[in-house]
T-cell receptor
């Protein structure tokens, strides 16, 4: 299993540009989520999904859109990038119903918005 | 609502010395607790987790943590630091209920190991 994969690894955008961060998992996990990591802030939840067709907002959802058309994929869209969205983005997945709630993380996407 | 507090954003220890990274949590329901490690420019790797049962949990790379309900703490320790332990460490909490989906992280503690 490849686990959780994310593309691209690095991206530089100009203010106002749009882009999609890709996330895929091959573990058939129902639950997927996106976090952003900023220095001194830890990881904060942006959006999450509990299954195909079901998404909800996390702690810091503004400026981001998500959709979940398949179990495997959970893309994160930036409609109009802002410098405040410069961050490292992590996708994670887990299987609901397991006793331990362990989440599996992708390698991250480092985004810079100029 | 739940929150995690990690005391000390930076901790420095000498090689061979005890590592102690502190984590306190607040949660309205009994939580599950996790420690993750992040090496420079890499993703997050699970070190250890507490769900139920024995309150002293052993993880990878010689780390362990003890869940103390009365102190709402889950401190991470390692008897003897190695240079390879230099990384950032995150404590995280999740409510134990089946319908819980969110993992709440602390702000992280960067560990430096001095030769």
């Amino acid at each position: 299993n490849a686990g959780v994969t994310q593309t691209p690894k690095f991206q530089v955008l100009k203010t106002g540009q749009s882009m999609t961060l890709q996330c895929a998992q091959d573990m058939n996990h129902e639950y997927m989520s996106w976090y952003r990591q900023d220095p001194g802030m830890g990881l904060r939840l942006i959006h999450y999904s509990v299954g195909a067709g079901i998404t909800d907002q996390g702690e810091v959802p503004n400026g981001y859109n998500v959709s979940r058309s398949t179990t495997e994929d959970f893309p994160l869209r930036l409609l109009s990038a802002a410098p405040s969205q410069t961050s490292v983005y992590f996708c994670a997945s887990r299987q609901p119903g397991l006793a331990d709630h362990e989440q599996f993380f992708g390698p991250g996407t480092r985004l810079t918005v100029l | 609502a739940q929150s995690v507090t990690q005391l000390g954003s930076h901790v420095s220890v000498s090689e061979g010395a005890l590592v102690l990274l502190r984590c306190n949590y607040s949660s309205s329901v009994p939580p599950y607790l996790f420690w993750y490690v992040q090496y420079p420019n890499q993703g997050l790797q699970l070190l250890l987790k507490y769900t139920t049962g024995a309150t002293l949990v052993k993880g990878i790379n010689g780390f362990e943590a003890e869940f103390k309900k009365s102190e709402t703490s889950f401190h991470l320790t390692k008897p003897s630091a190695h240079m390879s332990d230099a990384a950032e460490y995150f404590c995280a909490v999740s409510p134990s209920g089946a319908g819980s989906y969110q993992l709440t992280f602390g702000k992280g503690t960067k560990l430096s190991v001095i030769p």
